[in-house]
């Protein structure tokens, strides 16, 4: 299980300055539980950027320093609470990239012993790491390329036939496009690890537990922000499960589609 943050603005904007100190500070905190690691992606062009480490984010004075920098404007932040049984390793710490996309997830798919089913051969080969999440990418980067572009309709294959062949509680994603935002909402509340939260001390409050895998957005004048939950976001708008928020980096059109 991890923490995602997307953003779209309409120039190159740090993240903490999109979210204003109190709320950046806020979030960090999130990596007291969530550990395993840190990543961010970037585009101030049409290729992206992104940087990794295998440690804790609130620990390492490059997370701080990354996170108060203009790289981009559009880009995403990850929070890594690793699976059981998936090593912490740099190949192993989201984001992945393939070509010139990013991508991000929060969950956690089994059986572990079955992920090598979930893609054909050729692209089990061009995995990096050992993770369910990048196979989850490249499984839509799959549908991607056999649906024409259409990565709406990807996405609704790749969370059609993963939650249909194992078991997962979360298949929350931010994917990143050289020209879209893409904050990917799949979840089943009813799969929420309460005793693991618990036990991590997080959140005295059981709504708080049941809501851990939530998603909510932000739409302002100069930016969209979509981010998991666990730190306070007075103001915004639930993304529901089973729906995709598709922002366009050009316009900040922004749209909430179902995946159907």
Same mark, same amino acid.
């Given at each position: +299980?991890?923490?995602?943050? =997307?953003?779209?603005? #309409? ?5 903490? =300055? !999109? ?5 950046? #500070? ?18 101030? &062009? ?9 440690? #804790? ?16 404007? !559009?880009?995403?932040? @990850? ?5 059981? &049984? ?7 710490? @989201? ?11 929060? &969950?956690?798919? @089994? ?27 490249? @499984?839509? +980067?799959?549908? !991607?390329?056999? #649906? ?29 496009? /050289? ?11 009813? +799969? ?8 991590? &001390? ?27 939950? =666990?730190?306070?976001?007075? =103001?915004?708008? /639930?993304? /529901? ?16 589609? /179902?995946?159907?």
């Amino acid at each position: +299980m991890c923490r995602l943050l =997307g953003y779209c603005s #309409r120039d190159a904007a740090s993240v903490a =300055g !999109l979210l204003g100190t109190e709320s950046f #500070r806020a979030l960090t905190s999130l990596s007291d539980l969530h550990e395993d690691g840190w990543g961010m992606a970037w585009y101030a &062009g049409s290729r992206p950027a992104t940087w990794k480490s295998p440690a #804790r984010a609130g620990r390492e004075p490059e997370y701080d320093k990354l996170a108060w920098q203009p790289l981009g404007d !559009l880009g995403l932040l @990850h929070l890594r609470w690793a699976t059981p &049984g998936l090593p912490v390793t740099d190949a192993n710490t @989201h984001p992945f990239q393939y070509g010139d996309y990013t991508f991000a997830h929060n &969950g956690a798919i @089994h059986p572990q012993e079955r992920l090598g089913e979930m893609l054909p051969p050729e692209w089990e080969r061009r995995l990096a790491g050992t993770t369910d999440s990048e196979r989850y990418f490249l @499984h839509l +980067m799959w549908r !991607l390329a056999e #649906r024409d572009g259409d990565m709406v309709a990807a996405i609704a294959d790749s969370t059609a036939a993963i939650s249909q062949g194992y078991t997962t509680g979360s298949l929350n994603a931010i994917l990143l496009a /050289p020209d879209t935002l893409y904050a990917i909402s799949f979840y089943d509340r009813s +799969m929420v690890p309460a005793d693991r939260l618990r036990e991590r &001390g997080y959140g005295d409050d059981p709504d708080e537990v049941a809501a851990y895998f939530d998603l909510a957005y932000q739409v302002t004048d100069d930016a969209v922000l979509v981010a998991s939950s =666990g730190w306070p976001m007075p =103001g915004w708008t /639930p993304l /529901p499960s089973a729906h995709v928020l598709v922002t366009d980096r050009r316009t900040l059109a922004t749209s909430v589609l /179902p995946i159907s």
